[in-house]
Nanobody, 115 residues
Framework: QVQLVESGGGLVQPGGSLRLSCAAS????????MGWYRQAPGKQRDLVAL???????TYEDSVKGRFTISRDNAKNTVYLQMNSLRPEDTAVYYC?????????WGQGTQVTVSS
């Protein structure tokens, strides 16, 4: 069983920055894919960004150029650097990891962008 522990959410003003972290533990195998999803109130959970073990990245269109996903394979940790934050980025952000065919989720961390 893989556990994902997220940190780094909070309240930030528009134009500000936050960095999310997610550490995976409990598996002898490194996650093939790690990523971040977000869910705003009343909306579905959507992909924000993902990164493969070979560090190939994918971004949702609205965050391209503002968010950067990275990972430290030695620590089984994925990061999401979020710059130029907008009010529409407000959501609960969930870490995701895939180990072979199994999918795991973190508990979520709130990101609120407001003045």
């Amino acid at each position: 069983q893989v556990q994902l522990v997220e940190s780094g959410g909070g309240l930030v003003q528009p134009g500000g920055s936050l960095r999310l972290s997610c550490a995976a533990s409990g598996s002898a195998f490194r996650p093939m894919v790690m990523g971040w999803y977000r869910q705003a109130p009343g909306k579905q959970r959507d992909l924000v960004a993902l990164i493969t073990i070979g560090e190939i990245t994918t971004y949702e269109d609205s965050v391209k150029g503002r968010f950067t996903i990275s990972r430290d394979n030695a620590k089984n940790t994925v990061y999401l650097q979020m710059n130029s934050l907008r009010p529409e980025d407000t959501a609960v952000y969930y870490c995701h990891a895939r180990v072979y065919s199994a999918n795991y989720w973190g508990q979520g961390t709130q990101v609120t962008v407001s003045s």
